[in-house]
């Protein structure tokens, strides 16, 4: 069974940065490519970025290009979204997720999730 626990969430301020840790156990972790959703108030749960497993691939969505960027420590079971100039739209609950293959857009094409770290941001 593979285990997903985000950290790193947090209140911070507009212009502000942050960076999430997405920790995973359970599976050997090279083999699985990790991906970052976010999910706002009343909003669907959007695509955010995600890593191949061995980390030469990554794919960012449109609206966080320039800010946010994903990275992998397989050394430390861990995938990173270091968010930078960060908006109030930015504020979310924050979700990894994890599948075998390559990385995918859409939620629906991963298999095991973390319970989520809240992002906040006041202006």
């Known amino acids: 069974q593979v285990q997903l626990v985000e950290s790193g969430g947090g209140l911070v301020q507009v212009g502000d940065s942050l960076r999430l840790a997405c920790t995973v156990s359970?599976?050997?972790?090279?083999?699985?490519?990790v991906g970052w959703f976010r999910q706002g108030p009343g909003k669907d749960r959007e695509f955010v970025a995600a890593i191949s497993g061995r980390g030469d691939f990554t794919n960012h969505a449109e609206f966080v290009k320039g800010r946010f960027s994903i990275s992998r420590d397989n050394a430390k079971n861990t995938v990173y979204l270091q968010m930078n100039s960060l908006k109030v739209d930015d504020t979310a609950v924050y979700l990894c997720a994890a599948r075998l293959g390559g990385t995918r857009q859409l939620a629906g094409g991963y298999d095991y999730w973390g319970q989520g770290t809240q992002v906040t941001v006041s202006s």
């Open positions: 359970g599976r050997t972790f090279a083999s699985l490519s």
